[in-house]
Nanobody, 126 residues
Framework: QVRLVESGGGSVQAGGSLKLSCVAS????????MGWFRQAPGKEREGVAV????????YYLDSVRGRFTISQDNAKNTLYLQMNSLNVEDTGTYYC???????????????????WGQGTQVTVSS
């Protein structure tokens, strides 16, 4: 069982930045892809970014590529999502997740990740 705890959400104006953190216990980057989903009210959950292959590879949702950066600090058992140039469409609850397959983030695996955090709210105002 993997426990994921997110932090770092908040409210920011459009154009601003936030950095989300996710502490994993036990830390599982060697055996799992780890990343972020988000869900806005009335919308489907979508995979935002994932890091996999022991940190060698990453995938981003098209709408966040170039603005968001996923990274991990193995010494701190922590996954990060640096979000820059935020816009109102980035508003939602952000969830940290871990899974055996990185394709759970782009729908390729056909299933949801095995492990989830409780979520942290990100609100971007215009």
């Amino acid at each position: 069982q993997v426990r994921l705890v997110e932090s770092g959400g908040g409210s920011v104006q459009a154009g601003g930045s936030l950095k989300l953190s996710c502490v994993a216990s036990p830390y599982t980057y060697e055996n799992h892809a780890m990343g972020w989903f988000r869900q806005a009210p009335g919308k489907e959950r979508e995979g935002v970014a994932v890091i996999y292959g022991k940190g060698k590879y990453s995938y981003y949702l098209d709408s966040v590529r170039g603005r968001f950066t996923i990274s991990q600090d193995n010494a701190k058992n922590t996954l990060y999502l640096q979000m820059n140039s935020l816009n109102v469409e980035d508003t939602g609850t952000y969830y940290c997740a871990a899974d055996r397959a990185w394709t759970s983030w782009n729908g390729g695996s056909g299933r949801a990740p095995d492990y989830w955090g409780q979520g942290t709210q990100v609100t971007v105002s215009s």
